[in-house]
DNA sequence: GTCTGTGAACGAATTCACAGCT
DNA sequence: AGCTGTGAATTCGTTCACAGAC
Protein backbone atom coordinates (compact mmCIF):
# COMPACT_ATOMS: atom_id res chain seq x y z
CA UNK A 1 0.00 0.00 0.00
CA UNK A 2 2.91 2.07 -0.52
CA UNK A 3 3.17 3.77 -3.61
CA UNK A 4 7.07 3.32 -3.80
CA UNK A 5 8.99 -0.13 -3.62
CA UNK A 6 5.81 -2.86 -3.90
CA UNK A 7 7.81 -5.33 -5.95
CA UNK A 8 7.31 -8.51 -3.52
CA UNK A 9 8.61 -11.18 -4.67
CA UNK A 10 10.46 -14.10 -3.78
CA UNK A 11 13.90 -13.29 -5.55
CA UNK A 12 17.00 -14.39 -4.22
CA UNK A 13 20.43 -13.27 -4.59
CA UNK A 14 23.62 -14.75 -3.75
CA UNK A 15 23.09 -13.44 -0.46
CA UNK A 16 18.65 -13.15 -0.34
CA UNK A 17 16.19 -16.04 -0.30
CA UNK A 18 12.47 -13.94 0.33
CA UNK A 19 10.29 -16.46 1.43
CA UNK A 20 6.57 -15.50 0.81
CA UNK A 21 5.01 -17.59 3.17
CA UNK A 22 7.01 -15.96 6.23
CA UNK A 23 6.11 -12.13 5.85
CA UNK A 24 2.48 -12.97 5.68
CA UNK A 25 0.25 -14.02 8.60
CA UNK A 26 2.65 -16.75 9.74
CA UNK A 27 1.38 -17.27 13.42
CA UNK A 28 2.69 -20.25 14.85
CA UNK A 29 5.37 -23.28 14.75
CA UNK A 30 8.20 -20.92 14.50
CA UNK A 31 8.22 -18.75 17.88
CA UNK A 32 12.19 -17.09 17.21
CA UNK A 33 12.89 -15.19 13.86
CA UNK A 34 15.87 -17.23 12.43
CA UNK A 35 17.72 -14.73 10.14
CA UNK A 36 18.57 -16.06 6.51
CA UNK A 37 22.35 -15.33 6.75
CA UNK A 38 22.54 -17.95 9.83
CA UNK A 39 20.42 -20.70 7.57
CA UNK A 40 23.36 -19.70 4.63
CA UNK A 41 26.12 -20.16 7.44
CA UNK A 42 24.87 -23.65 8.92
CA UNK A 43 25.31 -25.05 5.57
CA UNK A 44 28.81 -23.55 6.15
CA UNK A 45 29.13 -25.45 9.74
CA UNK A 46 27.83 -28.86 8.51
CA UNK A 47 30.04 -28.64 5.42
CA UNK A 48 33.11 -27.97 8.16
CA UNK A 49 31.49 -30.29 10.26
CA UNK A 50 31.70 -33.12 7.33
CA UNK A 51 35.26 -32.32 6.81
CA UNK A 52 36.71 -32.88 10.50
CA UNK A 53 34.54 -35.62 10.94
CA UNK A 54 36.54 -37.00 7.71
CA UNK A 55 39.66 -36.03 9.05
CA UNK A 56 39.28 -38.45 11.77
CA UNK A 57 38.41 -35.47 14.50
CA UNK A 58 35.80 -36.26 17.50
CA UNK A 59 35.16 -33.49 19.13
CA UNK A 60 35.57 -29.48 18.28
CA UNK A 61 35.46 -26.34 20.26
CA UNK A 62 33.27 -23.39 18.47
CA UNK A 63 36.35 -21.49 17.67
CA UNK A 64 37.91 -24.74 15.66
CA UNK A 65 34.75 -24.57 13.74
CA UNK A 66 35.46 -20.68 12.98
CA UNK A 67 38.29 -21.59 12.14
CA UNK A 68 37.18 -23.77 9.78
CA UNK A 69 34.51 -21.45 8.31
CA UNK A 70 36.23 -18.35 8.53
CA UNK A 71 33.11 -17.27 10.64
CA UNK A 72 33.11 -15.71 14.03
CA UNK A 73 32.98 -18.18 16.84
CA UNK A 74 30.54 -16.08 19.02
CA UNK A 75 28.30 -16.16 15.30
CA UNK A 76 28.30 -19.79 15.18
CA UNK A 77 27.33 -20.49 19.02
CA UNK A 78 24.68 -17.68 18.58
CA UNK A 79 23.27 -19.40 14.95
CA UNK A 80 23.39 -22.60 16.89
CA UNK A 81 21.38 -21.36 19.70
CA UNK A 82 17.97 -20.40 17.51
CA UNK A 83 18.08 -24.32 17.35
CA UNK A 84 19.03 -25.72 20.58
CA UNK A 85 22.10 -26.47 22.55
CA UNK A 86 24.40 -28.72 21.72
CA UNK A 87 27.52 -28.81 23.33
CA UNK A 88 29.20 -29.24 26.22
CA UNK A 89 30.29 -26.43 28.89
CA UNK A 90 34.30 -26.94 29.12
CA UNK A 91 34.28 -29.61 26.12
CA UNK A 92 33.10 -28.31 23.09
CA UNK A 93 30.77 -30.40 20.33
CA UNK A 94 30.97 -33.55 19.36
CA UNK A 95 31.61 -33.91 15.84
CA UNK A 96 29.56 -36.44 14.72
CA UNK A 97 26.41 -35.86 16.87
CA UNK A 98 26.78 -32.05 15.76
CA UNK A 99 26.38 -33.24 12.14
CA UNK A 100 23.61 -35.36 12.74
CA UNK A 101 22.01 -32.38 14.27
CA UNK A 102 22.82 -29.75 11.24
CA UNK A 103 21.52 -32.36 8.83
CA UNK A 104 18.03 -32.75 10.34
CA UNK A 105 17.94 -28.69 11.16
CA UNK A 106 18.77 -28.39 7.59
CA UNK A 107 15.82 -30.97 6.89
CA UNK A 108 18.79 -33.79 5.27
CA UNK A 109 17.73 -36.68 6.52
CA UNK A 110 14.76 -36.69 4.14
CA UNK A 111 15.66 -37.56 0.21
CA UNK A 112 15.08 -35.29 -1.76
CA UNK A 113 13.97 -35.52 -5.56
CA UNK A 114 14.96 -33.10 -8.39
CA UNK A 115 13.77 -32.31 -11.65
CA UNK A 116 16.25 -30.58 -14.12
CA UNK A 117 15.04 -28.29 -16.95
CA UNK A 118 17.77 -27.04 -19.55
CA UNK A 119 20.41 -29.94 -20.72
CA UNK A 120 22.87 -27.73 -22.46
CA UNK A 121 26.21 -27.28 -20.74
CA UNK A 122 25.21 -26.22 -17.19
CA UNK A 123 22.47 -28.88 -17.48
CA UNK A 124 24.70 -31.98 -18.72
CA UNK A 125 27.63 -30.51 -15.27
CA UNK A 126 24.94 -30.64 -12.79
CA UNK A 127 24.15 -34.05 -14.32
CA UNK A 128 27.49 -35.10 -13.92
CA UNK A 129 28.02 -33.21 -10.80
CA UNK A 130 28.35 -36.00 -7.99
CA UNK A 131 28.11 -33.42 -4.95
CA UNK A 132 23.70 -33.47 -5.60
CA UNK A 133 23.59 -37.37 -5.27
CA UNK A 134 25.84 -37.31 -2.38
CA UNK A 135 24.03 -35.27 -0.44
CA UNK A 136 21.05 -36.49 -0.92
CA UNK A 137 19.73 -34.62 -4.00
CA UNK A 138 18.87 -36.76 -6.55
CA UNK A 139 17.80 -35.78 -10.19
CA UNK A 140 15.20 -38.02 -11.24
CA UNK A 141 14.19 -36.30 -14.47
CA UNK A 142 15.83 -33.81 -16.88
CA UNK A 143 14.24 -32.08 -19.51
CA UNK A 144 14.58 -30.26 -22.67
CA UNK A 145 12.39 -28.32 -25.47
CA UNK A 146 15.26 -29.16 -27.79
CA UNK A 147 14.26 -32.03 -29.82
CA UNK A 148 17.94 -32.93 -30.91
CA UNK A 149 18.49 -33.72 -27.35
CA UNK A 150 14.89 -35.25 -25.78
CA UNK A 151 15.26 -38.89 -26.24
CA UNK A 152 19.21 -38.67 -25.35
CA UNK A 153 20.96 -39.81 -22.03
CA UNK A 154 23.76 -37.90 -19.58
CA UNK A 155 25.21 -39.13 -17.24
CA UNK A 156 22.54 -42.42 -17.30
CA UNK A 157 19.69 -39.59 -17.12
CA UNK A 158 17.28 -39.66 -19.96
CA UNK A 159 16.16 -36.41 -21.59
CA UNK A 160 12.46 -35.93 -21.65
CA UNK A 161 10.65 -33.32 -23.76
CA UNK A 162 9.30 -30.26 -21.82
CA UNK A 163 5.68 -30.87 -22.18
CA UNK A 164 5.90 -34.17 -20.50
CA UNK A 165 6.70 -32.29 -17.24
CA UNK A 166 3.68 -32.43 -15.57
CA UNK A 167 2.46 -35.83 -16.12
CA UNK A 168 5.82 -37.20 -15.38
CA UNK A 169 5.55 -35.31 -11.87
CA UNK A 170 2.11 -36.74 -11.14
CA UNK A 171 3.97 -40.11 -10.40
CA UNK A 172 7.50 -38.90 -9.76
CA UNK A 173 6.36 -36.12 -7.12
CA UNK A 174 9.56 -34.01 -6.97
CA UNK A 175 9.45 -31.15 -4.92
CA UNK A 176 12.81 -29.39 -6.45
CA UNK A 177 13.36 -27.98 -9.58
CA UNK A 178 16.07 -27.00 -11.43
CA UNK A 179 16.56 -24.11 -14.24
CA UNK A 180 19.53 -24.44 -16.06
CA UNK A 181 17.69 -22.64 -19.67
CA UNK A 182 18.18 -19.11 -20.78
CA UNK A 183 16.80 -16.00 -19.59
CA UNK A 184 14.49 -15.96 -22.73
CA UNK A 185 12.37 -19.50 -21.15
CA UNK A 186 13.41 -19.23 -17.53
CA UNK A 187 9.87 -17.94 -16.32
CA UNK A 188 7.83 -20.16 -18.11
CA UNK A 189 9.72 -22.95 -17.39
CA UNK A 190 9.61 -21.95 -13.60
CA UNK A 191 5.71 -21.43 -13.85
CA UNK A 192 5.28 -25.21 -15.82
CA UNK A 193 7.27 -26.46 -12.89
CA UNK A 194 5.28 -24.31 -10.55
CA UNK A 195 2.30 -25.88 -11.96
CA UNK A 196 4.04 -29.48 -11.28
CA UNK A 197 3.95 -29.38 -7.71
CA UNK A 198 7.84 -28.22 -7.41
CA UNK A 199 7.83 -26.09 -3.81
CA UNK A 200 11.02 -24.82 -4.28
CA UNK A 201 13.55 -23.85 -7.47
CA UNK A 202 16.97 -22.95 -8.07
CA UNK A 203 17.28 -21.23 -10.65
CA UNK A 204 20.56 -20.86 -13.37
CA UNK A 205 19.13 -18.41 -15.32
CA UNK A 206 20.36 -15.31 -15.25
CA UNK A 207 16.72 -13.29 -14.90
CA UNK A 208 14.32 -12.69 -11.68
CA UNK A 209 11.69 -15.01 -11.73
CA UNK A 210 8.28 -14.88 -10.29
CA UNK A 211 6.58 -17.20 -8.49
CA UNK A 212 3.08 -16.91 -5.86
CA UNK A 213 3.69 -17.14 -1.95
CA UNK A 214 5.01 -20.40 -0.60
CA UNK A 215 7.45 -21.01 -3.01
CA UNK A 216 10.94 -21.03 -2.32
CA UNK A 217 13.22 -19.57 -5.19
CA UNK A 218 16.97 -19.17 -5.33
CA UNK A 219 19.09 -17.45 -7.59
CA UNK A 220 22.61 -18.51 -8.46
CA UNK A 221 24.43 -15.92 -11.45
CA UNK A 222 27.43 -17.46 -11.90
CA UNK A 223 28.40 -14.18 -14.08
CA UNK A 224 27.05 -12.52 -11.14
CA UNK A 225 29.74 -13.44 -8.72
CA UNK A 226 32.52 -13.17 -11.55
CA UNK A 227 31.20 -9.16 -11.55
CA UNK A 228 31.36 -8.54 -7.77
CA UNK A 229 34.93 -10.01 -7.90
CA UNK A 230 35.67 -7.28 -11.13
CA UNK A 231 34.44 -4.63 -8.83
CA UNK A 232 36.65 -5.06 -6.30
CA UNK A 233 39.21 -5.51 -8.57
CA UNK A 234 38.73 -2.20 -10.26
CA UNK A 235 40.05 -0.22 -7.11
CA UNK A 236 43.08 -1.48 -7.63
CA UNK B 1 26.91 13.02 -2.45
CA UNK B 2 28.96 14.05 -0.21
CA UNK B 3 31.84 12.51 0.84
CA UNK B 4 33.76 13.21 3.62
CA UNK B 5 37.20 12.92 4.59
CA UNK B 6 36.70 9.42 5.98
CA UNK B 7 39.22 7.29 4.68
CA UNK B 8 37.50 4.17 6.51
CA UNK B 9 38.81 1.12 4.65
CA UNK B 10 36.57 -1.08 2.84
CA UNK B 11 36.20 -4.05 5.20
CA UNK B 12 34.07 -7.09 4.55
CA UNK B 13 32.05 -9.86 6.34
CA UNK B 14 32.73 -13.36 6.26
CA UNK B 15 29.17 -14.18 4.46
CA UNK B 16 30.39 -15.09 0.62
CA UNK B 17 33.48 -12.98 0.38
CA UNK B 18 36.42 -12.86 2.00
CA UNK B 19 37.99 -9.24 0.73
CA UNK B 20 41.04 -8.11 2.37
CA UNK B 21 41.39 -4.74 1.03
CA UNK B 22 44.69 -2.85 1.02
CA UNK B 23 42.89 0.28 1.07
CA UNK B 24 45.84 2.56 -0.24
CA UNK B 25 44.72 5.95 -1.30
CA UNK B 26 42.15 6.13 -4.46
CA UNK B 27 42.00 8.14 -7.12
CA UNK B 28 38.53 7.93 -7.44
CA UNK B 29 35.64 9.27 -5.20
CA UNK B 30 35.13 6.33 -3.75
CA UNK B 31 35.87 6.76 0.01
CA UNK B 32 32.58 6.34 1.58
CA UNK B 33 32.22 2.57 2.51
CA UNK B 34 29.77 0.82 0.27
CA UNK B 35 28.12 -2.10 1.78
CA UNK B 36 29.06 -5.44 0.43
CA UNK B 37 24.69 -6.08 -0.41
CA UNK B 38 25.00 -3.17 -2.30
CA UNK B 39 28.07 -4.09 -4.15
CA UNK B 40 25.78 -7.76 -4.96
CA UNK B 41 22.97 -6.08 -6.24
CA UNK B 42 25.03 -3.41 -8.41
CA UNK B 43 25.10 -6.84 -10.04
CA UNK B 44 21.51 -7.58 -10.35
CA UNK B 45 20.62 -4.11 -11.52
CA UNK B 46 22.71 -4.35 -14.75
CA UNK B 47 21.91 -7.30 -15.12
CA UNK B 48 18.16 -6.21 -15.27
CA UNK B 49 19.07 -3.19 -17.43
CA UNK B 50 21.03 -5.37 -20.23
CA UNK B 51 17.52 -7.17 -20.14
CA UNK B 52 15.56 -3.77 -20.44
CA UNK B 53 18.08 -2.51 -22.74
CA UNK B 54 17.63 -6.08 -25.46
CA UNK B 55 14.02 -5.59 -24.87
CA UNK B 56 13.76 -2.31 -26.31
CA UNK B 57 13.04 -0.24 -22.97
CA UNK B 58 14.39 3.29 -23.73
CA UNK B 59 13.84 4.86 -19.73
CA UNK B 60 13.13 3.45 -17.01
CA UNK B 61 12.15 4.59 -13.44
CA UNK B 62 13.51 2.86 -10.07
CA UNK B 63 10.25 1.22 -10.03
CA UNK B 64 10.67 -0.39 -13.00
CA UNK B 65 14.17 -1.45 -11.53
CA UNK B 66 12.75 -2.38 -8.49
CA UNK B 67 9.68 -4.73 -10.76
CA UNK B 68 12.75 -6.56 -12.70
CA UNK B 69 14.69 -7.13 -9.85
CA UNK B 70 12.43 -8.11 -7.22
CA UNK B 71 14.83 -5.17 -4.98
CA UNK B 72 13.10 -2.60 -2.96
CA UNK B 73 12.92 0.60 -5.29
CA UNK B 74 14.49 2.90 -2.34
CA UNK B 75 17.34 0.72 -1.93
CA UNK B 76 18.18 1.08 -5.74
CA UNK B 77 18.19 4.77 -5.47
CA UNK B 78 20.12 4.27 -2.32
CA UNK B 79 22.97 2.30 -3.86
CA UNK B 80 22.98 4.29 -6.56
CA UNK B 81 23.48 7.47 -4.57
CA UNK B 82 26.67 5.39 -3.19
CA UNK B 83 28.35 5.90 -6.68
CA UNK B 84 26.79 9.56 -8.25
CA UNK B 85 23.65 11.08 -9.52
CA UNK B 86 22.43 9.10 -12.60
CA UNK B 87 19.01 9.47 -12.97
CA UNK B 88 16.48 12.56 -13.82
CA UNK B 89 14.00 13.70 -11.23
CA UNK B 90 10.46 13.41 -13.10
CA UNK B 91 11.66 11.03 -15.41
CA UNK B 92 13.66 8.09 -14.57
CA UNK B 93 16.97 5.94 -15.89
CA UNK B 94 18.44 6.78 -19.15
CA UNK B 95 18.60 2.46 -19.95
CA UNK B 96 21.49 2.62 -22.36
CA UNK B 97 23.54 5.39 -19.93
CA UNK B 98 22.80 3.28 -16.98
CA UNK B 99 23.76 0.23 -18.34
CA UNK B 100 27.34 2.00 -19.00
CA UNK B 101 27.64 3.48 -15.67
CA UNK B 102 27.00 0.54 -14.04
CA UNK B 103 29.55 -1.42 -16.14
CA UNK B 104 32.26 0.97 -15.54
CA UNK B 105 31.28 1.23 -11.37
CA UNK B 106 31.65 -2.77 -11.36
CA UNK B 107 34.91 -2.52 -13.97
CA UNK B 108 33.66 -3.94 -16.57
CA UNK B 109 34.74 -1.47 -19.43
CA UNK B 110 38.27 -3.78 -19.02
CA UNK B 111 38.83 -7.26 -20.48
CA UNK B 112 39.81 -9.86 -17.31
CA UNK B 113 42.18 -12.97 -18.18
CA UNK B 114 40.68 -15.70 -16.29
CA UNK B 115 42.77 -18.92 -15.62
CA UNK B 116 40.42 -22.32 -14.75
CA UNK B 117 42.32 -25.10 -12.57
CA UNK B 118 40.37 -28.37 -12.45
CA UNK B 119 39.27 -29.38 -15.91
CA UNK B 120 36.79 -32.30 -14.15
CA UNK B 121 32.76 -31.45 -14.89
CA UNK B 122 32.41 -28.14 -13.72
CA UNK B 123 36.17 -26.92 -15.01
CA UNK B 124 34.23 -28.64 -18.50
CA UNK B 125 30.91 -26.51 -17.72
CA UNK B 126 32.93 -23.31 -17.42
CA UNK B 127 34.54 -23.59 -20.14
CA UNK B 128 31.60 -24.29 -22.53
CA UNK B 129 29.91 -21.56 -20.69
CA UNK B 130 29.19 -18.92 -23.20
CA UNK B 131 28.04 -16.00 -20.44
CA UNK B 132 31.92 -15.38 -19.08
CA UNK B 133 33.27 -14.32 -22.29
CA UNK B 134 29.94 -12.19 -22.99
CA UNK B 135 30.67 -10.37 -19.97
CA UNK B 136 34.10 -9.83 -20.95
CA UNK B 137 35.89 -12.86 -18.59
CA UNK B 138 38.46 -15.10 -20.87
CA UNK B 139 39.69 -18.38 -19.61
CA UNK B 140 42.74 -17.70 -20.92
CA UNK B 141 44.49 -20.85 -19.65
CA UNK B 142 43.42 -24.07 -18.43
CA UNK B 143 45.38 -26.62 -15.82
CA UNK B 144 44.65 -30.05 -14.03
CA UNK B 145 46.93 -32.64 -12.69
CA UNK B 146 45.57 -35.60 -13.88
CA UNK B 147 47.96 -36.82 -17.17
CA UNK B 148 45.17 -38.02 -18.93
CA UNK B 149 44.07 -34.27 -19.47
CA UNK B 150 46.86 -32.71 -19.94
CA UNK B 151 47.02 -32.43 -23.39
CA UNK B 152 43.71 -32.48 -24.33
CA UNK B 153 41.44 -29.89 -25.37
CA UNK B 154 37.89 -28.56 -24.08
CA UNK B 155 36.05 -26.09 -26.22
CA UNK B 156 39.35 -24.90 -27.75
CA UNK B 157 40.97 -24.85 -24.73
CA UNK B 158 44.34 -26.90 -23.91
CA UNK B 159 44.67 -28.45 -20.25
CA UNK B 160 48.26 -27.76 -18.86
CA UNK B 161 49.83 -29.13 -16.10
CA UNK B 162 49.62 -27.50 -12.75
CA UNK B 163 52.95 -27.07 -12.54
CA UNK B 164 53.00 -24.86 -15.97
CA UNK B 165 50.88 -23.01 -14.29
CA UNK B 166 53.22 -20.08 -12.81
CA UNK B 167 55.55 -20.03 -15.78
CA UNK B 168 52.67 -19.35 -18.03
CA UNK B 169 51.45 -16.63 -16.17
CA UNK B 170 54.16 -14.91 -15.97
CA UNK B 171 53.36 -13.98 -19.71
CA UNK B 172 49.81 -14.25 -19.74
CA UNK B 173 48.93 -11.61 -16.30
CA UNK B 174 45.72 -13.41 -15.61
CA UNK B 175 44.47 -11.67 -12.57
CA UNK B 176 41.80 -14.24 -11.96
CA UNK B 177 41.84 -17.76 -10.71
CA UNK B 178 39.00 -19.97 -10.98
CA UNK B 179 38.99 -23.33 -8.68
CA UNK B 180 37.14 -26.24 -10.05
CA UNK B 181 39.04 -29.20 -7.74
CA UNK B 182 38.08 -31.71 -5.24
CA UNK B 183 38.34 -30.18 -1.33
CA UNK B 184 41.41 -31.59 -1.02
CA UNK B 185 43.69 -30.34 -3.88
CA UNK B 186 41.60 -26.74 -3.62
CA UNK B 187 44.50 -25.14 -0.95
CA UNK B 188 47.35 -26.01 -3.06
CA UNK B 189 45.72 -24.24 -5.74
CA UNK B 190 45.03 -21.27 -3.85
CA UNK B 191 48.71 -21.14 -2.97
CA UNK B 192 49.96 -21.60 -6.40
CA UNK B 193 47.78 -19.46 -8.23
CA UNK B 194 48.20 -16.49 -5.69
CA UNK B 195 51.94 -17.19 -6.08
CA UNK B 196 51.76 -16.81 -10.00
CA UNK B 197 50.29 -12.88 -9.62
CA UNK B 198 46.35 -13.50 -9.42
CA UNK B 199 44.50 -11.25 -7.29
CA UNK B 200 41.20 -12.67 -7.24
CA UNK B 201 40.06 -16.25 -6.59
CA UNK B 202 36.28 -17.85 -7.76
CA UNK B 203 36.06 -20.90 -5.67
CA UNK B 204 33.51 -24.30 -5.81
CA UNK B 205 35.80 -26.32 -3.88
CA UNK B 206 33.31 -27.15 -0.79
CA UNK B 207 35.80 -25.83 2.03
CA UNK B 208 37.05 -22.70 3.27
CA UNK B 209 40.50 -21.01 2.37
CA UNK B 210 42.87 -18.89 3.25
CA UNK B 211 44.01 -16.29 1.53
CA UNK B 212 47.08 -13.43 1.94
CA UNK B 213 45.80 -9.93 2.69
CA UNK B 214 44.73 -8.07 -0.45
CA UNK B 215 43.70 -11.34 -2.10
CA UNK B 216 39.31 -11.69 -3.06
CA UNK B 217 37.84 -14.70 -2.81
CA UNK B 218 34.17 -15.64 -3.61
CA UNK B 219 33.28 -19.06 -2.87
CA UNK B 220 30.17 -20.33 -4.55
CA UNK B 221 28.68 -24.09 -3.65
CA UNK B 222 26.22 -25.33 -5.35
CA UNK B 223 25.16 -28.27 -2.73
CA UNK B 224 25.17 -25.68 -0.17
CA UNK B 225 22.51 -23.63 -2.51
CA UNK B 226 20.31 -26.96 -2.42
CA UNK B 227 20.81 -27.09 1.64
CA UNK B 228 19.60 -23.57 2.10
CA UNK B 229 16.30 -25.07 -0.30
CA UNK B 230 15.89 -28.15 1.66
CA UNK B 231 15.88 -26.27 5.03
CA UNK B 232 12.83 -23.84 3.54
CA UNK B 233 10.95 -27.18 2.58
CA UNK B 234 11.17 -28.78 5.80
CA UNK B 235 9.42 -27.02 7.93
CA UNK B 236 5.96 -27.40 5.24
C1' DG C 1 40.53 -23.45 33.97
C1' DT C 2 37.77 -24.18 29.61
C1' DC C 3 33.99 -23.58 26.86
C1' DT C 4 28.95 -23.00 25.96
C1' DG C 5 24.73 -20.25 25.65
C1' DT C 6 22.67 -15.78 25.64
C1' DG C 7 20.97 -11.04 27.00
C1' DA C 8 22.77 -6.62 26.07
C1' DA C 9 25.37 -3.38 23.43
C1' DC C 10 26.71 -2.18 19.23
C1' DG C 11 27.02 -1.51 14.37
C1' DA C 12 25.30 -2.12 9.77
C1' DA C 13 21.83 -2.10 6.32
C1' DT C 14 17.15 -1.11 4.90
C1' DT C 15 13.22 1.63 4.58
C1' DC C 16 10.88 5.91 5.29
C1' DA C 17 9.62 10.30 4.00
C1' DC C 18 10.29 14.47 2.00
C1' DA C 19 12.92 18.43 -0.15
C1' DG C 20 13.90 19.72 -4.52
C1' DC C 21 14.31 19.16 -9.50
C1' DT C 22 11.89 18.39 -14.23
C1' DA D 1 2.05 15.89 -11.57
C1' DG D 2 6.12 12.37 -11.29
C1' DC D 3 10.49 10.93 -9.80
C1' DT D 4 15.17 11.29 -7.94
C1' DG D 5 18.44 11.67 -4.14
C1' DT D 6 19.27 11.50 0.70
C1' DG D 7 19.26 12.51 5.78
C1' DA D 8 16.65 10.38 9.51
C1' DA D 9 14.36 6.66 11.52
C1' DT D 10 13.92 2.01 11.91
C1' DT D 11 14.92 -2.70 11.49
C1' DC D 12 18.08 -6.23 11.40
C1' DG D 13 22.30 -8.79 12.33
C1' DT D 14 26.76 -9.25 14.69
C1' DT D 15 29.80 -9.05 18.44
C1' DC D 16 30.64 -8.54 23.27
C1' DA D 17 31.07 -10.15 27.70
C1' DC D 18 29.83 -12.89 31.33
C1' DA D 19 26.94 -16.27 34.09
C1' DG D 20 26.83 -20.84 34.56
C1' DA D 21 27.98 -25.71 33.29
C1' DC D 22 31.64 -29.10 33.12
Redesign the interface.
Known amino acids: MRP????????V???N???HAATGGESE??LVKIPQ?T??R???Y???VR?LRLDGVVTASSSQIAE?????AAQFRKDLSYFGEFGTPGLGYDVAELEAHLSR????D?R?DVLLVGAG??G???L??S??P??G?HIVAAFDSDSEKVGTSINGTRIHHIDELARMNATLNA??GVVAVT?AGAQEVVDKLVAAGV????NFA???ILVRPGI?V?H?????????????????
Open positions: DGKSKKNEGEAVVMSTPIEMSALQCNGTGINIMGLAHNLSALHYGFQRFQVRQAILPVSVRVDLTSQMEVLSYYLRAK
